[in-house]
């Protein structure tokens, strides 16, 4: 474990080859089987609330009407996650051209909202966990192999995979320092 100012972080994140390649996973981590989606930490419910009205003409009938009937946030007021539909796609889903994409990432880069996503979303494979602290763990799904491969191609570290979220949660002093600390290690 690798520890940066008071955040504990899974040395796999600097250690091992990551990058997202969507032509070959079609956004598989948008519609992972399990039934619960994606993590959210309460404090982002009201700023996808807002960003809702952005996002539903990207969206199909059944999403719409989740979210129009706010049913849209599962588990606990504690542990709220992303619905998914059918045990899979989550809720913001929808597809181009067989890839599943983001909803609220769509509008967000159209500049319909201020809203990119959920931080759990935008950091994965990362995932927070909290054990009196935020611990970043690396958590790829068989999902990812082709993630995987094109990250030892392009030689990119799950750490530069998720890079803007990690200064979106962290900071631009932490993930300099968790850099840093990456390139002492490769010494």
């Known amino acids: 474990m690798i520890l940066i100012d008071s955040i504990l972080m899974d ?16 956004g598989a981590c948008c519609t992972l089987k399990g039934g619960e989606g994606a993590p959210l930490d309460k404090r982002e419910i009201p700023f996808i609330k807002e960003a809702i009205p952005s996002v539903l003409s990207y969206l199909d009938e059944e ?3 989740i979210l129009n009937d706010e049913s ?3 588990g606990t007021p504690d542990e709220p996650f ?16 067989g890839i599943a994409k983001c909803g609220l990432e769509k509008a967000f ?3 319909q909202t201020t809203f990119r996503k959920p931080l ?11 054990f009196g602290g935020d611990y970043l763990s690396y958590q790829p799904f068989e999902e990812c192999k082709p993630a995987i491969e094109h990250g030892k191609k392009q030689q990119s570290m799950v750490i530069h995979s998720v890079r803007e979220a990690l200064i979106r949660a962290y900071g631009e ?4 320092q968790a850099q840093e600390f ?4 490769s010494e």
């Open 11 to 26: 040395e796999a994140i600097i250690h091992e080859h990551f990058s997202c390649d969507v032509q070959a996973c079609k």
């Open 63 to 65: 999403s719409i009407q």
């Open 72 to 74: 849209w946030i599962g």
């Open 82 to 97: 992303v619905q998914c539909i059918d045990d899979a796609d989550c809720v913001f889903v929808f597809r181009d051209k």
């Open 109 to 111: 880069f159209e500049k």
């Open 120 to 130: 759990s979303c935008h950091l994965f494979p990362i995932r927070i966990r909290n």
């Open 173 to 176: 002093n932490w993930y300099n």
């Open 182 to 185: 990456m390139s002492q290690e």
